[in-house]
């Protein structure tokens, strides 16, 4: 029997198998709104087979967003269009997830296929926020630091944005804490300059995100898994490193946590990325070890027998997959051919099955 393909229960939800979509910025909304763009994209990756469809990173207010054309949570209006999709993904046996986040000194930027550039306050952008008042790139405008009103209005975003998700449909929630966004930019020492209680030590760096986990539980079910995708290293010098990422795994799982999603890097320009087929895998691995969480592993991973023995080899508990599955929707389906697994096939589809 394939680990692949194997069921995963977390708290009341059960994956049919250990394959997720991993979330992907579509930049194709307006004023933060699902369109019949995202219930295609994402209901194909639900027909094609994988178990949980964890939309992109959805913005928790509109200053949270990295371009204008990012999709948002942050009022009602948003949730009929999302209600559509979650229901389109659960008709076709799949676990509808959602990644919230907020940009932090990222926002304010034009959409890859737009320039990928700063825009600055004059041009259309708009003050961005962050720890500190360093810019990523020399070039942008500098974020202002986040005020205590400024937090506590970031910490209630993400528990509205958490309730609207609830009425959406989704039944697992990830915060976004990786890839330098403003979660990260508390996280990282090298970013968060800070001399209040939200910088410093490593009990104040991590502050801001346990206060959002203690918020969001207070309205996401507990019945219901909530992951968090954290960079587990900086890769750079006197950055936010594994060590601290276990340590942190260790006390979101006292907060109810229930995995880690181990990305990598994104918090700062210089930093010295080893890329490779499965990269960041050994993070998961450290970190579901050491601080007995369950994990996801993600990064260059293409091929069904290298997703089934990260499996096999406990180093993982779920595997996600961003770019395979955009190259090819129905990766879940050759994979289970691949290792001689037989699943079942949309209806529609069972004449063309392999
Ligand atoms: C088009 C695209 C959009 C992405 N958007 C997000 C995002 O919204 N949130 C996030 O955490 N990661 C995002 N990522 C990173 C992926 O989720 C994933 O971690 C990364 O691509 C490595 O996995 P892969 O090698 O399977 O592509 C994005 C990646 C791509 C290719």
Not at 239 to 260: C, F, N, P, T
Request: net charge neutral; with cysteine.
């Amino acid at each position: 029997m394939s680990k692949l393909f194997s069921p995963i229960t977390i708290k009341d939800i059960t994956l049919k198998n250990r394959i997720a979509v991993s979330p992907m910025c579509e930049y194709s909304s307006e004023d933060g709104f699902a369109n019949d763009w995202h219930l295609v994209h994402l209901g194909s990756r639900a027909v094609g087979g994988a178990a949980l469809i964890t939309q992109e990173a959805t913005a928790v207010s509109p200053e949270g967003r990295i371009t204008h054309d990012d999709m948002g949570l942050w009022k009602d209006e948003h949730i009929t269009k999302l209600q559509q999709i979650t229901s389109f993904i659960h008709q076709h046996g799949a676990v509808a997830g959602i990644q919230l986040a907020h940009a932090g000194r990222k926002a304010s930027t034009s959409s890859p296929w737009k320039g990928n550039k700063h825009i600055a306050i004059k041009d259309g952008g708009w003050q961005t926020v962050s720890s500190s008042n360093i810019s990523f790139y020399d070039s942008d405008e500098p974020p202002a630091p986040l005020t205590k009103d400024g937090l506590e209005k970031v910490i209630s975003d993400f528990k509205d944005a958490a309730a609207r998700a609830v009425k959406a449909g989704y039944k697992v929630l990830e915060i976004h804490a990786a890839h330098g966004y403003l979660i990260h930019q508390f996280l990282s020492p090298l970013v968060n300059l800070r001399s209040d209680e939200y910088g410093g030590s490593f009990d104040n760096r991590t502050r801001l995100l346990l206060q959002i986990i203690d918020a969001v539980n207070r309205v996401w079910p507990s019945c219901y898994p909530l992951f968090v995708r954290i960079s587990c290293s900086d890769w750079a010098a006197g950055g936010w490193d594994v060590e601290q990422s276990v340590k942190l795994a260790a006390v979101l799982k006292e907060k109810g946590v229930d995995l880690i999603d181990c990305s990598s890097g994104g918090a700062v320009r210089h930093q010295k990325i080893a890329v490779g087929p499965g990269y960041q895998v050994a993070f998961a691995e450290q970190i579901k070890k050491e601080a007995g969480i369950l994990t996801g592993a993600v990064g260059l991973i293409t091929e069904a027998q290298q997703a089934e023995d990260i499996l096999l080899n406990s180093q993982a508990d779920i595997i996600l997959f961003a770019r395979q599955l955009l190259r090819d929707p129905y990766f879940p389906l050759h994979a289970a051919k691949q290792l001689n697994v037989n699943v079942p096939w949309p209806v529609q589809y069972e004449r063309a099955k392999l």
